[in-house]
């Protein structure tokens, strides 16, 4: 019988373990730090685990991350070298994403805010409406969800335009790719949503020059990482006016601490990093699959590429 430890900093095991074994009845789950012999672990089914643990697992064959983002396991200096590291990225993540990012573009595009603002105020002012057709969102980020994220925006009509480190093709997205076609995509991005991959290239890649070669007036949509931003170059932005306002759901320090002069900024929508997480009825058949293709030899999916960090 295989055996898997699960470890993870934020998620109850009391809601994974049964669809863990409803999932994979014959895997025998230990929940760190009881785990008992070391050298018995097969899986790690992990996210955030300790620093060093999974060096300890001597007989490791697989590192499941519970989540799409691996930056935090990658900066662990003791992660081991030979051991394969799968990103999660199964249904209920991207389709969280999705109704996340097209939320706070409809929101942006139909300004709701604008409109509560006014009913706090008990203002009747109607205002002029631009069609999604003549709307161009700035996908920065062609990944799985990236380009699940383009496809629903498409289907409302928007342009869209997308951004990734090297050429890919989605239908209906208009398409840049690498740091020479950067700036062009960017001067037509009037909704910019950020779902990148954190790595050293994409690390405070949200900065001054970069709001500088958005539209004036154009928003910025945060749901990749919270390193991904330069917090004080989107302050002096959004002061100056360039920027019109910014949606954030990721921080460099979560939960973001009091005091912190996002809080009461008011050009800026904040949420809790709940765009997207993955449920265990979905995430668990996910990796049941991931597994057997493992123990069959068949390749994996979604296994890190750790040149690039993702």
């Known amino acids: 019988m295989p055996v898997a430890v699960f ?25 760190w730090p009881e785990i008992g012999d070391p ?20 007989k490791l064959k697989v590192i499941y991350s519970l989540g799409a983002g691996i930056d935090a396991m990658l900066r662990d200096p003791t992660l081991p070298a030979d051991v394969p590291l799968v990103r999660m990225v199964d249904l209920s993540l991207s389709e969280g994403m999705v109704e996340y990012v ?25 205002h002029d409406q631009r069609l ?18 383009a496809r629903a925006l498409t289907a409302l009509n928007f342009r869209v335009a997308g951004w990734s480190r090297t050429p890919k093709a989605v239908t209906g997205v208009e398409g840049f790719a690498g740091a020479e076609q ?27 020059r970069l709001f500088a070669a958005l539209p004036r007036g154009a928003w910025v949509v945060n749901a990749g990482r919270g390193h991904h931003l330069v917090d004080a170059d989107l302050i002096a932005a959004l002061d100056s006016g360039h920027l019109a306002g910014a949606v954030l759901d990721v921080f460099r320090t979560e939960p973001l601490p009091a005091g912190h002069p996002f809080w009461a900024h008011p050009k800026l929508v904040l949420t809790p990093h709940i765009a997207a997480s993955n449920n265990a009825k979905y995430a668990t058949q996910r990796l049941a699959e991931q597994i057997a293709r493992f123990e069959r030899g068949e390749p994996m999916e979604d296994v890190v590429d750790r040149s690039r960090g993702y």
């Open 182 to 208: 950067l700036g062009a995509f960017l001067a037509r991005s009037e909704i910019l949503v950020c779902l990148l991959p954190l790595t050293a290239e994409t690390e405070d890649i949200l900065d001054r």
């Open 39 to 58: 050298a018995g672990i097969d899986y790690a089914i992990v996210w955030k685990p300790p620093a060093g643990m999974l060096a300890a697992l001597p």
């Open 7 to 31: 470890a993870s900093a934020t998620d109850d095991p009391a809601q994974w373990l049964p669809a863990l074994r409803e999932a994979m009845p014959a895997l025998e789950v230990r929940v």
């Open 132 to 149: 999604a057709r003549d709307t161009t969102v700035g996908i920065l980020g062609l990944g799985t969800l990236g380009a699940a994220a």
């Open 102 to 126: 097209a939320e706070q573009v409809l929101a942006i595009h139909r300004q709701a805010r604008t409109y509560r603002a006014q009913q706090a105020a008990g203002e009747w002012l109607q």
